[in-house]
Each structure stands twice: as C-alpha cells, then as structure tokens.
C-alpha cells in the first residue's frame, strides 16, 4: 500500500510565525503535491514538484514556498502564517506515467492561525 | 482555466438504492478521469479511475466516461449507510498535467 504521511494531524500557530509542513511518501513516486482545502472552494493546488529540487506553482502559492531536498519528503513553508492561512493542508504524490497519475493522499495537517 | 463540476448535493438516497453521481469537464484534452470519496474530516481515498469511454465496473462502483459530452458519473449500487462521504471528481490532461478536482458532492444514505 502506497503511504503518505504527514508530520502534525493538528497544528496551533501563531500570526507572523514561519511553518514547516512535512510529507513523506513510501512509494517512490516522482511527482508530490500540496493542496490546500477549505470549505466551498474545494481542493486548490498550492505547489508539485516532479522530481528533486523541482517545484512549480500551482493555483494559489502565494505566501507559501516549498522544498524538495530528497525524493521521498515534499515540504510546505508558510513565510509568515497569517489567519486566512488556516486550513485542511494535504499533501499527495503519484508516480510519472502510471496509468493517469492517480494521488494518493496523506492524513492531512489541519493548521490554525491564531 | 480548467473546471470541474459538480453539484453540491446532498443527495440523499435510501439504504439499497443506486447512487448516480454526475461530473462535467472544461477541458476537451483531459484524458484520465477518478472518483475519490472523502469521509468528513478525513484525506480523499481514490476509488476508480477511467481513461476510455464507457463503463467501468468495481463492485458496487461503476465509472460512466462520455467524452464527446465532457461527462463523467459514478454509480454506487446497493448503497449503503457507510457510503455517506463526499464524492470528489479530478480530472488530468495529458503529460505532466496535475489534477483538477471539482469541489464534490455529498451522499447521504439513510438507514
């Protein structure tokens, strides 16, 4: 069974403070993914990477970064957390080519902004 | 820009009936289809997947892909209590596209 797992089921922060989000994945697939899930707007891509030290922006990356440093491990960085910034974070991954690429998802971190 | 429909629901359906639950595309160059059901405060789960027009068959789940129609739909027989989730459709076009995700539709099914 693919595994994804991510580091914090529930996280408290504080406004202003910088956040780590950590995803590992067992599979070795190429492609992770972060997302973001908020009630009525659905699934929205934050950033993927395809590959190590790869990254592109997905719908929403603004006052988000990433960093892909090993295959296995796809971490999301909120600069300066901000209220509008708590949210259902999800992190995903696929492989490149298998079948369409179906995500397979981790436990999700549901971070607060206080 | 890439959308993926869905209506919100609830849709309620008796415990033993089919569920139908239905997706349109934007996209004509989309090429793979998937079905994931998310229980509430839980990560999606994919459940089928289906690249070529027609049916597909697991279970109690069927996958329907018309193309021409940029249509998509799910059917869940014999339903179950168990069953109640939201349903999300993701929709990927070709190569290194990711996936677009409509923002689901809620099943209930009563006892």
């Known amino acids: 069974d693919v595994k994804v797992t991510q580091s914090s089921r529930y996280l408290v922060k504080r406004t202003g403070e910088k956040v780590f989000l950590e995803c590992v994945q067992d599979?070795?697939?190429?492609?992770m993914f972060w997302y973001r899930q908020d009630p009525g707007l659905g699934l929205r891509l934050i950033y993927f990477?395809?590959?190590?030290?790869?990254?592109e922006k997905g719908d929403i990356p603004e006052g988000y970064s990433v960093s892909r440093e090993k295959k296995e491990r796809f971490s999301l960085i909120l600069e300066s957390a901000s209220t509008n910034q708590t949210s259902m974070y999800l992190c995903?991954?696929?492989?490149?080519?298998?079948?369409?690429?179906?995500?397979?998802f981790g436990q999700g971190t549901r971070l607060t902004v206080v | 820009q890439k959308e993926v429909e869905q209506n919100s629901g609830p849709l309620s359906v008796p415990e033993g009936a089919i569920a139908s639950l239905n997706c349109t595309y934007s996209?004509?160059?989309?090429?793979?289809f998937f079905w994931y059901r998310q229980y509430s405060g839980k990560s999606p789960e994919l459940i089928m997947f289906?690249?070529?027009?027609g049916d597909k068959e697991d279970g109690r789940f069927t996958a329907q892909l018309n193309k021409a129609s940029q249509y998509v739909s799910l059917l869940i027989r014999d339903s179950q209590p168990s069953d109640s989730a939201t349903y999300l459709c993701?929709?990927?076009?070709?190569?290194?596209?990711?996936?677009?995700f409509g923002k689901g539709t809620m099943l209930l099914v009563s006892p």
């Open positions: 995903a991954s696929s492989l490149i080519g298998q079948g369409g690429g179906e995500a397979f």
């Open positions: 599979m070795d697939h190429e492609n």
């Open positions: 990477s395809y590959d190590v030290k790869m990254k």
């Open positions: 996209d004509r160059g989309s090429q793979s």
């Open positions: 289906i690249y070529s027009n």
């Open positions: 993701a929709v990927k076009g070709s190569g290194y596209s990711t996936l677009t």
